[in-house]
């Protein structure tokens, strides 16, 4: 079993920015994709971007190319989303997840996710 734990999330004006945090606990994810989903009301879950825990390698969804950057503490067992240049589109809860898979090009769908945190809110105004 992994937990996973959101902080971070708040209210913002557009153009500011936020360091979303997920904090994973229990079984080693050395081996875990980790992906940042958001859903905003009324929409369907969209992945954001995700980190392969192994090599550190990304991607990216092209509505946060250059504004977002997602990493990873291996200390702190920790992944973040860095969140810049906020728009009010990017208001939504977003959420942490972990998922194996031996290719990054497939873990695109929250199908592919084993576990996820409880989410935390961001909201931006314009």
């Known amino acids: 079993q992994v937990q996973l734990v959101e902080s971070g999330g708040g209210l913002v004006q557009a153009g500011d920015s936020l360091r979303l945090s997920c904090a994973a606990s229990?079984?080693?994810?050395?081996?875990?994709?980790m992906g940042w989903f958001r859903q905003a009301p009324g929409k369907k879950r969209e992945i954001v971007a995700r980190?392969?825990?192994?090599?550190?390698?990304?991607v990216y969804a092209d509505s946060v190319k250059g504004r977002f950057t997602i990493s990873r503490d291996n200390a702190k067992n920790t992944v973040y989303l860095q969140m810049n240049s906020l728009k009010p589109e990017d208001t939504a809860v977003y959420y942490c997840?972990?998922?194996?898979?031996?290719?990054?090009?497939?873990?695109?769908?929250?199908?592919?996710?084993?576990?996820w945190g409880q989410g935390t809110q961001v909201t931006v105004s314009s």
């Open positions: 997840a972990a998922g194996i898979s031996r290719f990054i090009s497939t873990m695109s769908t929250g199908d592919r996710y084993d576990y």
């Open positions: 229990g079984r080693s994810i050395s081996t875990y994709t």
């Open positions: 980190i392969r825990w192994s090599d550190g390698f990304t």
